[in-house]
């Protein structure tokens, strides 16, 4: 398990990009609301299983990290996503930020991109 928010949220990205879902579910409180512009809330770790396993737009990507900021409960992130997006391949830029509870686990993720939907 991860020691620091910060090493839960490089392991999120690993994970994700690996399709490693055990270990992505593992990060995230059972109560979890994930927003994302243009799309209903996520509100429960079964419903973001839901999305990632069966849902999710994205696929054969890779994540970037090009800068992380980590203050008290709340890690911020800006990067790039590349990858697959139906049949196609796409590049976007992002900025997810991730809020954790007292336990080590994310409660709230908010992910923001320079395109209008993912």
């Given at each position: ?76 992130v ?9 049949d ?14 007292e ?16």
């Amino acid at each position: 398990m991860p020691q620091t928010n910060e090493d839960a949220v490089r392991t999120y990205y690993t994970a994700i990009d690996a399709e490693e879902h055990d270990t992505v579910f593992s990060l995230f409180d059972e109560n979890i609301v994930y927003e994302r512009p243009g799309q209903e809330n996520i509100r429960s770790k079964d419903a973001l299983k839901e999305f990632y396993i069966n849902q999710r737009p994205l696929s054969n990507g890779a994540h970037e990290i090009s800068s992380l900021i980590n203050e008290g409960e709340t890690v911020a992130v800006r990067g790039t996503f590349s990858g697959i997006q139906g049949d196609t391949e796409v590049s976007f830029g992002f900025a997810d930020f991730f809020v954790f509870n007292e336990t080590g686990l994310i409660k709230r993720r908010y992910t923001y991109t320079d395109r209008d939907t993912v």
